[in-house]
């Protein structure tokens, strides 16, 4: 699929109900350091569905999470064509 750029990203830790907004860069990435904790992950993109994860963090381990946002409903793309006129 596509790669996601500029999605916003809240991480919401569940323990202390703080939360970390960032978005995302340009290649669709984004990387952030967190302590030991449950977490929740909200992200949010133009013409996407929205997406929300609850994981945990345990031992200091390093967690890599893959996104993959669908197409949200009744959202449609408009192509016109530069040359000439449609056929």
Known sequence: ???VIFANIKVINLESESETNVISEFNGETELQLE???YRIEVEAM???NFNL???IENSQQVELKIKL???AGRHFLFKSK???PT
């Open 83 to 85: 040359h000439g006129a």
């Open 54 to 56: 609850d994981f945990e």
């Open 36 to 38: 030991n904790g449950k």
């Open 47 to 49: 013409n996407y569905d």
């Open 1 to 3: 699929g596509d790669t």
């Open 70 to 72: 669908g197409l949200a």
